[in-house]
């Protein structure tokens, strides 16, 4: 079976953690409160405790505001609550991805493996926070400031999975003309490529650049990933426009995993790759 998200679709498919006031975010503010209250605090002196303002801890336990990790961590800390909010924490968490992507997020935290051909942009893994920042200022219509934020918060997040043991095997193709765009300007655009540099250099990671110069081009179709999860099972996700799809079905994933396999063989080698990466920082 295969699975289609797509924008329509999230709106009348909306789950209850998607929006602010509803679902897990106020289930959290709720038991918060109540915490809180227990312990006889008053908002003003637990902000102060933890490091945040009164209006933000209102924001958060009226479920209007979506709180960081760091946030959670302290409150169940500084309350005592042995694990309570802790145990929210992965569901709140998911709530900070815009609604198209959470399905990839859960997968991607426990994948396997994961094969990625990027065509726009730095994929998010391999993104450095002034290029990601860069990316969600330059996004239409305007995001607010808050949301960009907790969307970078949780960009940044994502990248713990190259600290993870047993650690994942990880593949990225890229095309040279997204390390050639300089988002966010000269500096950001090269720290972002030593970044690529640095993580290509472990021993799960195989970053590879498709030239430009390139006649052929496996997967003309754009960009799309591949997750291996536990069981041997194997999914495909692609994006455009904040629309998504996960795919299930068995012979389309195989198909896409042809199309990366020529796609990789067409690509620099990832010698090759760290050399051409090294010569664009050179030119910036």
């Known amino acids: 079976m295969t699975e289609v998200r797509d924008e329509e679709t999230v709106r009348q498919q909306r789950r209850p953690e ?16 109540l915490l809180r209250t227990r312990a006889g605090l008053e908002r003003v002196e637990f902000g102060k ?3 945040y303002s009164a209006d933000t801890v209102a924001s958060i336990e009226q479920g209007r505001r979506i709180p960081q990790a760091q946030f959670i961590e302290k409150a169940d800390e500084v309350l005592g ?11 709140v968490g998911r709530a900070q991805y ?16 994961l094969n ?18 860069a990316v ?4 239409r219509p305007l995001l607010e400031d808050d949301v960009i934020e907790q969307r970078l918060e949780a960009r940044m997040v994502r990248q713990e999975i190259f600290n993870r043991r047993p650690a994942p095997l990880l593949s ?40 430009i110069e390139r006649q052929d081009n496996a997967a003309l179709s754009g960009p799309f990933s591949l997750i291996d999860i536990d069981k041997g099972q194997r999914l495909a996700y692609a994006e ?38 090294e010569q664009l920082m050179g030119d910036t």
């Open 18 to 33: 998607d929006e602010p006031g509803t679902g897990v975010v106020t289930a959290f503010g709720r038991q918060l409160k």
């Open 49 to 51: 405790r933890l490091g």
């Open 81 to 91: 609550a042995g694990g309570v909010l802790m145990a929210l924490k992965e569901e």
């Open 98 to 113: 815009p609604a198209f992507f959470r399905d990839m997020a859960r997968l991607e935290a426990k994948a396997t493996a």
């Open 116 to 133: 990625v051909y990027a065509v726009y942009a730095v994929p998010g893994l391999l993104q450095t926070e002034e290029y990601a920042r």
């Open 136 to 139: 969600f200022h330059m996004q």
């Open 172 to 211: 990225f193709v890229i095309e040279e003309a997204v390390l050639r765009r300089p988002i966010g300007g000269p500096k950001v655009m090269r720290a972002t490529l030593e970044q690529i540099l640095l993580t290509g250099q472990s021993r799960n990671v195989e970053v590879q650049v498709m030239p």
């Open 240 to 277: 455009v426009q904040d629309l998504s799809r996960l795919y299930t079905d068995a012979t389309y994933v195989r198909t896409l995993e042809a199309r990366y396999g020529i796609l990789r063989s067409q690509a620099l080698t990832p010698n090759e790759s760290a050399a051409f990466i």
